[in-house]
């Protein structure tokens, strides 16, 4: 018989709402759910996400242009954005991914200078603009996610 643990997840609705709709991952509710998984199981799903990681970094991590974890979970929530038909600026992204908003337009200066992002022309401040996925941009998201879902596929 397998050892058990109990995990609490809590709903942190208030963060990830601030500035934008809740989008794809979120909890609707503010319940506290419990989950029990077993210990092989929390090793094999740790297993699985470092090698998720590592299918990405290989894909796109290590070459000309470089795209970090920051990056990519900023491209990642572009493409929520734009499937929900919501918009997204650079301070929405900057409360989600909890980093200063110094820090974010410089990451969406980059992702826009090779060619993955590009923003509302019609805003004079990258603050005002909304920003979206080029086709590059959405290319490179589809074919990481197609391998993630390989990945699960044999999980």
Same mark, same amino acid.
């Given at each position: 018989?397998?050892? @058990?643990?109990?995990?609490?997840?809590?709903?942190?609705?208030?963060?990830? *709402? =601030?500035?934008? *709709?809740?989008?794809?991952?979120?909890?609707?509710?503010?319940?506290?759910?419990?989950?029990?998984?077993?210990?092989?199981?929390? @090793?094999?799903?740790?297993?699985?996400?470092?090698?998720?990681?590592?299918?990405?970094?290989?894909?796109?991590?290590?070459?000309?242009?470089?795209?970090?974890?920051?990056?990519?979970?900023?491209?990642?929530?572009?493409?929520?954005?734009?499937?929900?038909? @919501?918009?997204?600026?650079?301070?929405?992204?900057?409360?989600?991914?909890?980093?200063?908003?110094?820090?974010?337009?410089?990451?969406?200066?980059?992702?826009?200078?090779?060619?993955?992002? =590009?923003?509302? =022309?019609?805003?004079?401040?990258?603050? *005002?603009?909304?920003?979206?996925?080029? =086709?590059?941009?959405?290319?490179?998201?589809?074919?990481?996610?197609?391998?993630?879902? *390989?990945?699960?596929?044999?999980?």
């Amino acid at each position: 018989m397998s050892e @058990t643990k109990d995990i609490t997840f809590f709903s942190d609705s208030d963060s990830r *709402q =601030k500035g934008r *709709q809740a989008i794809a991952l979120q909890p609707t509710d503010s319940a506290i759910e419990e989950i029990t998984v077993s210990d092989g199981n929390l @090793t094999k799903i740790a297993s699985l996400l470092l090698e998720i990681r590592t299918d990405r970094v290989g894909q796109f991590g290590n070459g000309d242009p470089q795209i970090d974890d920051v990056s990519f979970h900023i491209l990642l929530d572009l493409m929520v954005s734009e499937s929900s038909r @919501t918009s997204i600026s650079a301070q929405d992204l900057a409360k989600t991914h909890q980093v200063g908003w110094s820090t974010m337009l410089r990451y969406i200066d980059y992702l826009i200078s090779i060619g993955m992002v =590009k923003k509302d =022309k019609s805003a004079k401040n990258l603050d *005002q603009s909304v920003l979206k996925l080029t =086709k590059s941009g959405s290319d490179l998201c589809n074919t990481a996610l197609v391998k993630v879902d *390989q990945r699960l596929g044999s999980f």
